[in-house]
């Protein structure tokens, strides 16, 4: 998809619909959404629906970012504790690692 052929107010609608998509637990949404649209909402000279792809693409940013930071939290305790967490630990795995932790 060329965003450049686009009109300015299909623009603000396909923001509007990736911030609502990214809203649904899919934060990928949010993270193209943000870069996307960021020329649109901060470098482009004014245009009607700026403000709007503007507030769009900022929460699409915090919402990535912290989508990201939960995921990497996750990973880093999971990755770290795992083996302590007996039972529970081994039924959260895909695959059970054998030997000794």
Known sequence: MDLRKMRDEDKV??????????CFLLPFLWAVNACWFF??????????????IRKYV???AIGAMLWLIVAVSWNVVFQLKRASWDDFGDKLSTIV???IP
């Open 13 to 22: 609608e396909l923001c509007r619909k990736y911030f609502i998509g990214g």
């Open 39 to 52: 020329k649109d909402a901060f470098i482009r000279d004014e245009f009607v629906g700026q403000a709007e």
């Open 97 to 99: 690692p054998i030997g």
């Open 58 to 60: 900022t929460r699409s």
